[in-house]
């Protein structure tokens, strides 16, 4: 089916593992996203991308890495996780920035014990 | 610098009864602006958009927004709540800027909407 689809939707790690958050749209949209969602802080984006192979940090990229070798593929890995980063992460697609509607992929619900 | 407030975490109304929710931002260019809705344990989904266009904006399910720059503003309204439309909402504030080349992208924190029966 045509959309954003974000896996696994559920996840618990440890401390220090590595742990990589998929996200897939079918659109072609040139921009990617990924949010995390914490309690009083709204939605902030920790990164976003372009197109393929063009990536750029947002308001909180520490900790994370991603990357976009293919146009409809946005991983975020967390290379070492940390309590701090338990959240529900939102990967989102579009076809601008700017002025341009995103489309939001259901979430995953990470714990980090 | 660009950011957006949401006035209200938390807004409670009976059914029926008009909704409001607030939202101020403060971008230094030409700020594109947006609504979202969030259903319980669901992704985002757009309400409406302001983009330089009309400054009163329609969007789905009987919500408007209106863009006041003098104030800054860009409120959430709608006449009549429907038991439906308890989630929380996001204000969201875009810009690109010419001089830097840099896009910004803000969401507010949110404001939860309780409909009472």
């Known amino acids: 089916d045509a959309g954003i689809t974000q896996s696994p939707r559920y996840k618990i790690t440890e401390t220090g593992r590595q742990v990589t958050l998929m996200c897939h749209q079918t659109?072609?949209?040139?921009?990617m996203f990924w949010y995390r969602q914490d309690l009083g802080h709204g939605l902030r984006l920790i990164y976003y991308s372009a197109a393929a192979d063009i990536t750029d940090k947002g308001e909180v990229p520490d900790g994370y890495v991603v990357s976009r070798s293919k146009t409809e593929n946005f991983p975020l890995t967390l290379e070492s996780a940390t309590r701090s980063q338990t959240s529900v992460y939102f990967c989102?697609?579009?076809?601008?920035?700017?002025?341009?509607?995103?489309?939001f992929g259901p979430g995953t619900r990470l714990t980090v014990t | 610098a660009q950011s957006v407030t949401q006035l209200d975490s938390h807004v409670s109304v009976s059914e029926g009864t008009p909704v409001l929710l607030r939202c101020n931002y403060s971008s230094s260019y030409s700020p594109s602006l947006f609504w979202y809705v969030q259903h319980p344990n669901k992704g985002l989904q757009l309400l409406l958009k302001?983009?330089?266009?009309?400054?009163l904006v329609k969007g789905i399910n009987g919500f408007e927004a209106e863009f006041k720059k003098s104030e800054t503003s860009f409120h959430l309204t709608k006449p009549s709540a429907h038991m439906s439309d308890a989630a929380e909402y996001f204000c969201?504030?875009?810009?690109?800027?010419?001089?830097?080349?840099?896009?910004?992208?803000?969401f507010g924190t949110g404001t939860r909407l309780t409909v009472i029966p």
């Open positions: 969201v504030v875009t810009s690109f800027s010419d001089q830097t080349g840099a896009n910004n992208l803000f």
């Open positions: 302001y983009t330089s266009a009309a400054t």
């Open positions: 989102a697609s579009s076809e601008g920035l700017a002025g341009v509607e995103q489309y």
């Open positions: 659109w072609s949209h040139s921009y």
